[in-house]
């Protein structure tokens, strides 16, 4: 229902302030989910029927994961090194500062107040990789705002240039930075490795090279055996095929199916010749699949206490926020070509990307403790506040710039 009614809600909803994104079948997803149903159950003393219970969810897991591979690889076809390389330098100093900042403004708070009311002497690596979740996942910016507002005012000045280039280099690289969660701090799967000579605990940097080394292999293979084909359809089998079996491994040894999906297209976008094919093909499960991953989100989202809730969701709106800000602030000053950028670029790239689903769902696959629905909570208010005002706050950027003319903020 959700997927057969994408089309007709784009076309009417669409307004002057905004546009869908996605992100508003996160409400489907919590209505639908068992969250939803106990918490009417334990204020309310209402039966809510479940029509998505925990071991539903448990059956799904496998499936999802192999939905998030995809959208992953689809990514990783876009992550080509000679789009960086062409890139504008001021665009890369933003983009640079845009991910510096988050990793230690929002990373920074965030370990302080998680260690300071959360730390119970045990919990260290959990306080470390919720902060470092917090910290990927409030950098990431969106690409579909100024895509909107490119594709419908044929714009070409320098601000809408620069956050149209800023925002999908920014995917790629917090996609990448953000996988490398789950090598450095690795939970479960094979820990030792058993030898004539004994055994082996396995680092936290190996961890890290196996799953790089991994997904290389995978896209590797793939390249040479698909090299020659020429059938569309073989293509888009054998594509769905490596990525179901990419997120299985991911799946099986703890791994991120995104990052390691994203790895693929990667290899294959930079190295295979067939990979404008690959994406023609893959193009098409885009929406239904980013739409199914923003769904499941709301299904695993199990809100924390509420006034933990509350104060935690302004505190990281905030810090995400001051964030862009400083980073557009002092890639500006410190730009060469100052034309190019503005003090207020920062405006223009606090949507967020349904991506941030697919990575809140990842980390809820692996990292099962306390502090996982308080960091999940405050990513996913994060996501629906910035995608509401995501749009509006680019357009007025434009607006005030110049670079749209005729319209009222």
């Keep these: 229902m959700a997927f057969l009614s994408t089309s007709y809600l784009k076309g009417k909803i669409h307004t002057k302030f905004y546009t869908p994104s996605g992100i508003e079948y996160i409400f489907l997803g919590i209505i639908i989910g068992p969250s939803f149903a106990n918490w009417l159950k334990a204020a309310f003393h209402l039966n809510y029927l479940e029509i998505i219970d925990n071991s539903t969810l448990q059956q799904l897991s496998p499936g999802i994961s192999a939905a998030i591979g995809i959208i992953g690889l689809i990514y990783g076809l876009k992550f080509r090194l000679a789009d960086f390389q062409k890139s504008d330098t001021e665009h890369i100093r933003l983009v640079s500062f845009d991910i510096v900042t988050a ?219 001051i964030s862009k800000k400083a980073a557009s602030y002092f890639a500006f000053i410190s730009a060469f070509e100052k034309e190019k950028l503005s003090a207020k670029i920062g405006s223009g790239l606090i949507a967020q990307d349904i991506i941030v689903c697919a990575m809140a769902i990842d980390y809820l696959n692996v990292y099962k403790n306390n502090l996982t629905p308080m960091v999940i909570s405050y990513v996913l208010v994060s996501v629906i506040f910035f995608g509401l005002i995501g749009y509006s706050s680019t357009k007025k950027l434009l607006i005030d710039s110049g670079e749209i003319i005729g319209e009222n903020q």
């Design 103 to 321: 990793l230690f403004l929002i990373g920074g708070a965030a370990f302080g107040i998680l260690y300071y009311f959360f730390y119970n002497g045990k919990n260290l690596n959990d306080i470390i990789a919720a902060s470092y979740f917090l910290a990927v996942t409030g950098s990431v910016s969106s690409n579909y705002a100024i895509n909107a507002l490119l594709t419908k005012y044929r714009l070409d000045g320098p601000l809408s240039l620069a956050i149209d280039s800023v925002t999908k280099m920014n995917i790629s690289l917090t996609i990448f930075i953000y996988g490398l969660l789950f090598g450095v701090y690795h939970i479960g799967g094979i820990d030792t490795l058993s030898a004539d000579f004994g055994s082996h605990k396995i680092t936290s940097t190996e961890w890290v090279v196996i799953s790089i080394l991994l997904a290389l292999l995978v896209g590797i293979l793939f390249n040479i055996f698909l090299g020659r084909e020429e059938n569309e359809n073989k293509f888009f089998v054998a594509v769905v095929g490596i990525t179901i079996f990419t997120s299985g491994l991911a799946y099986f040894l703890n791994f991120s199916p995104l990052y390691m999906n994203f790895l693929v297209g990667f290899v294959l976008v930079n190295f295979s010749k067939v990979s404008q094919k690959l994406e023609k093909a893959l193009f098409r499960l885009l929406e239904p699949f980013g739409l199914l991953i923003v769904v499941t989100a709301g299904f695993y989202w199990v809100p924390a206490k509420l006034n933990i809730f509350i104060i935690g969701s302004i505190a990281f709106i905030v810090l995400r926020f």
